[in-house]
């Protein structure tokens, strides 16, 4: 606090000047900290000899953890002082180090490189914050502006990349790996699609969506397995069954508001794993649920080598077998419900409950004050978007073959929340951008191994510095007095004008 | 609407609400007719936001009977869950701090007003979903009304804007129209000239008074500007700590001691709209 005060009386070129006698201060209090904190927890490794418990000194740990906190701070302190360029290079310095320096456990080197990198990323931030002449509202608008563009022009995009979806099989350099990345690209955008009705257009918070992709999933298992249904029956079967699931954790939960909500959603995502994970006699427990039947060409034929009792695929088109066609044909099964679901998703956009959905967003209690039941229409995009979590589920369950509890943890929940919220909620361009952004990627750059997973959360990071209201955050309207004069843009830029104006 | 005279609309009897210790609204009976202005005037905190609360369902009054009747038929509104009153009694209000979906557009507002109606339209989503030409038909019916509403409160050209961007007076208009497009019997506006200049309140008032001649429905009108009150109401309430300390005429209500008495203590109402004023904006800034 006292820092805080001096930065701003004393400025220098619009940078504050450096105060050593406050830094020294501060740097000697936080390397006593750490010491208080990590002699304890750090320097004393209990360890079992001979059934005798022996405490073992890790003094170097200790060192290295408190130069590590102490030099970390002194980057802190440096940004509030506006020394970010020094920073930056100083962090990043520190996180190449981590890689070489000799740390005592893995621990540290970890903590070494996890805070070299946050700390670059502060600076990265500090540096965009106060580039001189860039207004942070300005900038912010004309962010709204390049992406009304974009969604503009979405208008286009869109059908040239379903064109394109639709091709990609084809293409000469699409061998096995490639179409089952695209496959579960499309997965996610389908769940991203999804989810978006209830956390981009209701509002909602729901950190349990994958609840009802896993009520999809072993709903199709089984009532393949054990009714021996085919694909096309359980399929709608799978939706009904997650949508009613949707509907029954609405009732006790739509009362309640904002974090509370999301917490129970939350809970009841653990709860159907955990349920999953423990009834063995009905869902196999922990063993999932094997052999379950992959789909047939719409019951007409089978994607086998041979059939007995009925016709391949390959037959019926008198061509030769190809394992491949099983995989192209999931493909076109999951872009189709992909798609299904984003014209679904459009059109209610553009209806009475759509409109609802968004006004409940925007503000629930002047949406029940024109007369909009809350409940019932919260359970409408509950149901609905289970439905659509329900379909994703039974394509991946014949997509696996094998389920288990493991697939519909926390974190997939959370990946598909994530997709949504970065993508710019409401936005289904959006979900397709942050899809490829967070599943492609380290896809991709699947040899880079745990790093990846570093690289996701630093990007994650940094996209909700940049745009914290998601990539394309801007909204479309549903409906226009004026019909579409010129871009949508031009008519942002008026309106921006004009609110400045009055302002 | 039958006839041109002033039939009863809304009957308050007995109502209290109680937070905890604190009597927000205390044993208050009054009465509003079709076609009239009512006025609810008093110092900051006399219970006038807290009424309309429970006239709209978002509080259940602890005591007390809230009758409206519309069509011949009587509707309490104090048993009616919240949109219930909206949709069946036609109770529609404004908030004392606007409450517009601000990243809606201004049309997009005035649609949502008219969920009930299209929702019923689509089929509850299913002919929607499906496009028929009934649905089609309905929703142009509605875009018809919603511009009717911009064309009065001269937004039209603005349709397409978000609602967040417009200035103050704008949205404090659209926030009327859109309670408007619920098509009421009874409109609830809690303070809609706060903040607005001469010129805008002008309109304001002009607006409603066209409403009360053209569509002849009935207003509850909480206002501090005691000109306002005097210039366009017919009759006033005032209320005091909770209690009702005066009813009737504008003229009889302003001379009424205990209301000077209730203002400050001053002889002189004609200075006061002001300090309530500044003290109305004062509390509306702390709440934001
Ligand atoms: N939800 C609530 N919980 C507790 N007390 C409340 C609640 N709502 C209102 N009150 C209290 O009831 C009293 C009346 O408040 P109300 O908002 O109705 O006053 P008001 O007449 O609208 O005043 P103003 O002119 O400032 O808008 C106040 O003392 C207020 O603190
Ligand atoms: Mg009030």
């Known amino acids: 606090m006292a820092v805080e005060t001096q930065v701003s009386s004393s400025e220098e070129n619009g940078r504050p000047a450096l105060d050593w006698q406050a830094i020294g201060r501060e740097l000697f209090f936080t390397a006593l900290v750490a010491f208080g904190l990590t002699f304890v927890l750090v320097g004393m490794q209990t360890a079992d000899r001979g059934g005798e418990l022996i405490i073992i000194p890790r003094f170097t740990d200790v060192v290295y953890a408190i130069v590590m906190l102490t030099l970390g701070r002194f980057g802190y302190i440096m940004l509030r002082y506006r020394r970010a360029s020094f920073v930056l290079i ?88 490639y179409i089952d990345i695209a496959t579960l690209l499309l997965m996610y955008i389908m769940l991203g699609w999804g989810l978006n009705i209830i956390v981009g257009l209701a509002g909602l918070l ?6 009802f992709y896993a009520i999809g999933a072993y709903s199709y298992a089984l009532l393949a397995v054990s009714f021996d249904l085919s694909f096309w029956v359980c399929l709608p079967l799978a939706g009904v069954l997650a949508a009613l699931g949707g509907y029954l954790l609405g ?53 086998l080598p041979a059939s007995r009792d009925g016709i391949t695929f390959a037959e019926l088109f008198g061509i030769d077998f190809d394992p491949m066609h099983r995989l192209i044909f999931l493909y076109f099964l999951i872009l189709a419900l992909a798609l299904l679901v984003n014209m679904v998703s459009l059109r209610l956009r553009k209806l009475p409950l759509g409109r609802a959905w968004e006004a409940l967003r925007e503000d629930d209690i002047a949406s029940q004050s024109l007369g909009i039941n809350r409940t019932n229409i919260k359970l409408a995009a509950f149901t609905i978007s289970a439905a659509f979590g329900g379909f994703a589920g039974s394509f991946f369950a014949t997509r696996q073959g094998f389920i288990s509890p493991e697939s519909f943890t926390f974190l997939e929940s959370a990946i598909i929340l994530a997709i949504v919220v970065l993508g710019g909620m409401g936005s289904q361009l959006g979900v397709v951008i942050a899809t490829i952004l967070l599943i492609g990627l380290p896809e991709v750059f699947r040899e880079l191994e745990q790093y990846r997973m570093l690289a996701f959360g630093a990007g994650m990071v940094l996209i909700m510095l940049w745009r914290p209201r998601g990539l394309l955050a801007h909204r479309d309207p549903s409906i226009l007095l004026h019909g579409r004069k010129g871009p949508g843009a031009d008519r942002i830029e008026a309106e921006q004008k004009a609110a400045e104006a009055t302002r | 609407m039958s006839a041109l005279q002033k039939t009863p609309l809304l009957e308050v009897q007995h109502l209290t609400m109680r937070f905890g ?119 142009q019916s509605a875009v018809d009304l919603a511009r009717f509403w911009l064309d009065r409160i001269n937004l039209t050209a603005r349709a397409d804007f978000e609602a967040g961007n417009l200035p103050y007076g704008d949205q404090r208009r659209l926030e009327i129209a859109r309670a408007m497009c619920t098509e009421p ?76 008495k209730a203002y400050l203590g001053e002889e002189d109402t004609e200075e006061l709209p002001d300090v309530i004023k500044q003290d109305v904006e004062a509390a509306a800034k702390e709440e934001n």
Request: net charge negative; charged share 20%; proline share 5%.
């Open chain 1, 251 to 303: 009732f006790p939960v739509l009362r309640l508001r904002g974090d509370y909500f999301a917490i129970v959603t939350l809970g009841f995502g653990e709860i159907v794993r955990i349920i999953l994970l423990n009834w063995y006699q009905f869902t196999g427990g922990p063993d999932g649920i094997g052999g379950i039947p992959r789909p047939s060409f719409f019951g007409i034929a089978e994607f």
């Open chain 1, 90 to 177: 100083a962090s990043l310095a520190a996180f190449g180090l981590s890689f070489v320096l000799p740390f005592p456990s893995l621990f540290l080197e970890t903590m070494c490189m996890v805070g070299g990198l946050l700390i670059a990323l502060m600076a990265v931030v500090t540096l965009i914050r106060h580039r001189p002449g860039i207004d942070m509202r300005e900038r912010d608008r004309a962010m709204d502006r390049a992406a009304a563009r974009f969604q503009e022009l979405s208008r286009f995009i869109g059908p040239i990349l379903v064109v394109f979806a639709i091709i990609l099989p084809f293409l000469p350099f699409m061998d096995r790996q």
């Open chain 2, 21 to 139: 210790g604190l009597v927000a609204i205390d044993d208050v009976s009054f009465a509003a007719n079709n076609r009239e202005i009512t006025a609810i005037i008093g110092p900051n905190g006399a219970g006038k936001t807290t009424l309309f609360n429970c006239l709209t369902g978002f509080y259940k009054p602890t005591v007390g009977c809230l009758k409206l009747t519309r069509d011949n038929e009587d509707y309490l509104l104090e048993r009616m869950p919240g949109h219930d009153i909206t949709k069946h009694a036609r109770v529609a209000r404004t908030f004392q701090n606007i409450r517009l979906f601000s990243r809606m557009t201004v049309l997009e507002n005035l649609l949502v007003a008219q969920h009930n109606k299209l929702q019923r339209a689509s089929a509850f989503t299913l002919a929607g979903l499906l496009g028929l030409p009934a649905y089609k038909h309905v929703e």
């Open chain 2, 185 to 260: 019997a009874l409109l609830c506006l809690d303070e809609p000239a706060a903040g607005l200049n001469p010129r805008e309140s002008a309109a304001l008032n002009d607006l409603l008074l066209d409403i009360r001649e053209e569509i002849g429905i009935g207003i509850l009108l909480i206002e501090h500007d005691m000109s306002v009150v005097m210039r366009i109401s017919d009759h006033v309430v005032v209320l005091d700590y909770g209690r009702k300390i005066a009813d009737g005429e504008p003229e009889a209500v302003r001379n009424d001691p205990e209301v000077i």
């Open chain 1, 206 to 211: 729901d950190l349990g969506y994958v609840a």
